[in-house]
């Protein structure tokens, strides 16, 4: 049977993953579950993010979803709480994290910048990603709860508010001698046109959905599950129908999102 393979997001924003993974595996059975109530997660504590996740392994469980790969398709979520997470289930679990190494080698300047959520930003996580891999580099720390929700709008009405993403990029000021900006925060490829307008294509905007992808693909074949990582150019007409979940009402595709709740896992422990 193809795998079932679930990608987890606070919002939207987990779908620019999502569609490099389908190229990857067009095969696979996806699932694509938004905690959207608890959106944005750039405002949390770690440890509501921790309660969510925990409440999203349970609900896999109560529902017997059989997922093969867990994909946190989310770098707040997977900075703030993909090792708890590993010690709570033998599912595999794939983290989205900012993609600081391949951002440090590609610069010429030698000044990169991580555009992401305030948790992503300040988590010890990504501190640890900087002194591992951007030791050669500066890197200039921006962080926006506003790029989120214009990223959400943008999905909906599929047009970019290019007004208010300047606002918010020339309040960020980001440093004139970056030439890479990491997109760390999976909601910001939706706004990547819109991106690429304002810095007149002068920066490379890097995030990290192929690597994403082939690592879906080699933990699939580890578990001896079938599995190519030749990208499929022609995948789009084989892509099988995709399940969505969601923790408030939403709209894909004009469609309304099943509505799920989810267990916090801390409460029960009180009861
Ligand atoms: N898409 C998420 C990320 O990659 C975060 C959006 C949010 O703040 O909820 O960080």
Same mark, same amino acid.
């Given at each position: ?134 030791? %050669? ?7 926006? $709860? /506003? !790029? &989120? #929700? @214009?990223?959400?709008? =943008?999905?909906?009405? *599929? ?88 923790? %408030? ?7 309304? $999102? /099943? !509505? &799920? #709740? @989810?267990?916090?896992? =801390?409460?029960?422990? *009180?009861?």
């Amino acid at each position: 049977m193809s795998p079932h393979i679930m990608v987890f997001d606070s919002g939207i924003g987990g779908t620019t993953v999502l569609k490099h993974i389908q190229q990857y595996i067009p095969d696979g059975r996806y699932s694509y579950f938004m905690d959207n109530a608890y959106l944005p997660y750039g405002k949390l504590s770690q440890q509501t993010i921790i309660q969510r996740l925990s409440g999203l392994l349970i609900f896999i469980e109560t529902q017997q979803l059989h997922v093969d790969v867990l994909v946190i398709a989310c770098n707040t979520a997977s900075t703030s709480a993909l090792s708890a997470l590993r010690e709570l289930t033998t599912i595999p679990i794939v983290g989205v994290v900012p993609a600081i190494k391949p951002a440090a080698l590609l610069s010429k300047s030698q000044h990169i910048a991580l555009l992401a959520t305030p948790a992503t930003v300040q988590s010890s996580y990504t501190q640890q990603l900087i002194s591992q891999h951007g030791q %050669a580099v500066t890197v200039h720390l921006y962080a926006s $709860v /506003e !790029l &989120v #929700t @214009l990223a959400e709008q =943008t999905y909906q009405s *599929k047009k970019i508010i290019q007004d208010k993403l300047v606002a918010e990029l020339d309040s960020l000021a980001i440093d004139n001698r970056v030439d890479v900006i990491v997109l760390g925060c999976t909601h910001f490829p939706i706004l990547a046109k819109g991106l690429n307008e304002y810095f007149n294509s002068t920066v490379l905007l890097l995030d990290s959905g192929v690597a994403i992808a082939k690592r879906v693909c080699a933990i699939l074949k580890e578990h001896n599950i079938d599995c190519s990582d030749e990208l499929d150019a022609n995948c789009t007409g084989k892509k099988k129908p995709l399940r969505y979940y969601a923790t %408030a009402s939403i709209y894909v595709d004009k469609q309304p $999102v /099943e !509505l &799920v #709740t @989810l267990i916090d896992p =801390t409460q029960n422990e *009180k009861s």
